[in-house]
Each structure stands twice: as C-alpha cells, then as structure tokens.
C-alpha cells in the first residue's frame, strides 16, 4: 500500500507579512506602524516563525532588534514576493471595481484642499467612486489598494502632478487683526498652532521678527482643521498654510494681519505607483484635480 508524503506546512502568512516588513524597515515598531497591529504582535509572530523554521532571523539587543545573516539573504527574495502580492491584490481589486478611486491624502491636505474640490470632481466623473483615506505619511503604494497620493512633495514620483507651492504667513478674524500693527503685538496674543508643522511658526519668525527673541505661545493642535476651525472663532492668530485658508482669506473670514509671508519648499503634490494603473480612470481623475482654479 503506497503512502503520500507529508505536504510541508506553509508558514503562516501574517508571521512571514511581519518578518518582511520588521526587516525592510529596521525594527518591529515601524513594522507594527505600516502592517497597524502592535510592536508586541510583531514581536510574538516573528518569534512563532522563527520556532517554525527553526532558526533565529532577529537579533534582540537592548536599542533594538538587527538581522541575522539568514535573515539578511532571505529578506530580498521575502520584498518581491510581497510587492507581487501587492500587485495583485490591486489588480483584483481594480477589475474587480474599475470605476474605483483610492486616494490617501494628509488629512489637512484631505479636509481643506481636497474636500471642496470633490463636488467638481463628481460633475466631472459622474460614474467614479472616490475614496479618501487620511493618513499622516505617504503609503508604499506597492503594498496597499490605494490609486493616488495627495501630500505636500517631498516624496512626489516621476509621473506626480505639481498642484502649486504655498507659503505660510499669520491669519486670524478681523477682529484680532485690528489690534496687529506690526509682528511685535504678536507677543500679546495667543498664537495657534499644528504638531505635523512645528517648525512653521520659527520659520516665519526667522523671516520677520530676525533677532527679536519672540517664542510664540498658545494652544497647540494635532488636527489642522481644528485649529483653522478655532481660529475662525477667534482663539488667536494661526500660523497658516495659504492654500488651506485661501477661501477664508477670500471671504474675508480671516485676516492676513502682516506683508511677510514665506515661500514652502514643497508644493502640493499627486501622484501614483510607476506602472500603476493604466485604464485612464486614475489619470482622469488627476488631470481634473490639477485644472480645477485653485
């Protein structure tokens, strides 16, 4: 009587997801940060692998964890797989909804620049189903079913689409601009601010009050729209983004108090993966994003 061999196990898929991602990126942390589980459940699947397989593919130390020489030849082969699986996922996905928009987008960037272009955008591709996800860095669009990148340029790709540069300058209601004469009456006010832009209020600082020791104060705010939201109720005076505020300023709702406003350098940029999607619908959508008056 003939016997079938044993069929080896595969390893389970989310242990081999956090081996690759743990070593691509340098720590179980940042891994934990792009698969978004824990450092701990991290931690707890690589070790379930490397019982598994029988071999250590981390080092532990007391500043962090550094690759075996197993792990180090594996690591390679472990990135093209998953981009492969990446891949197909999006085109599973892109065949399976053709007419399907993903877009992941800093959430200022989401709220203020890109929400109140979505009525247009709709008029215009009446068929197409727009998703916005906001996030805080750029995704690796290799690895997640996002089409399209919305984030200040620093990461922009070959085929990314400038939307403009922007400046940062003080704003606030009329009200509080009235009492602004000049950079100094600063010191008197509550002066708002944003955790992703911390170093927007000592740049312009640099520019208009050089060496005159001003230290802005006031509340401080992890959502910038909440913080433009304040501002509008007259909380203070808001160091902000041009093109995040430029309808208030239009309408008069806010108030640029000072001449000195300071050039970024990123602009606004939208992009995708090279040799993402090419059945047009994404390449539509961007065309119409970058014509629409700022």
Request: charged share 20%.
């Amino acid at each position: 009587m003939s016997v079938s061999p044993p069929i080896p196990r595969m390893p389970s898929l989310n242990a081999l997801r956090a081996f690759e991602a743990a070593a691509r990126l340098g720590g179980f942390t940042l891994a934990a940060e792009e698969l978004n589980v824990t450092p701990g459940a991290v931690a707890a699947q690589i070790k379930t692998l490397e019982e598994e397989v029988g071999a250590k593919l981390f080092e532990r130390h007391a500043k962090g964890v550094q690759l075996t020489a197993l792990g180090k030849r594996v690591l390679p082969d472990f990135i093209v797989a998953f981009d492969a699986l990446g891949q197909a996922v999006r085109d599973l996905r892109r065949e399976a909804a053709p007419r399907r928009v993903h877009i992941a987008a800093l959430p200022a960037l989401a709220q203020l620049w890109l929400a109140p272009r979505l009525p247009i955008v709709r008029r215009h591709m009446k068929e197409v189903d727009i998703s916005v996800t906001a996030m805080e860095t750029p995704p690796n669009l290799k690895r997640v079913p996002f089409d399209i990148c919305l984030f200040y340029g620093a990461q922009r790709l070959e085929n990314g689409i400038d939307l403009g540069s922007d400046e940062i300058l003080p704003v606030c209601t009329p009200g509080i601009a009235n009492r602004l004469k000049r950079p100094g009456d600063l010191r008197d006010e509550a002066c708002l601010s944003d955790t992703t832009w911390s170093g927007d209020w000592p740049s312009w600082i640099d520019a208009a009050m050089p060496g005159m020791g001003f230290a802005p104060r006031g509340p401080v705010f992890s959502l910038y729209s909440l913080a433009v939201q304040e501002t509008l109720n007259g909380a203070g005076v808001l160091m902000a983004r041009k093109s995040l505020v430029r309808p208030y300023l239009e309408s008069g709702e806010l108030i640029a108090p000072f001449d000195v406003s300071v050039p970024l350098n990123d602009a606004i940029s939208l992009w995708q993966l090279p040799g993402g999607r090419q059945d047009g619908t994404v390449q539509e959508l961007m065309k119409v994003l970058a014509e629409i008056d700022h």
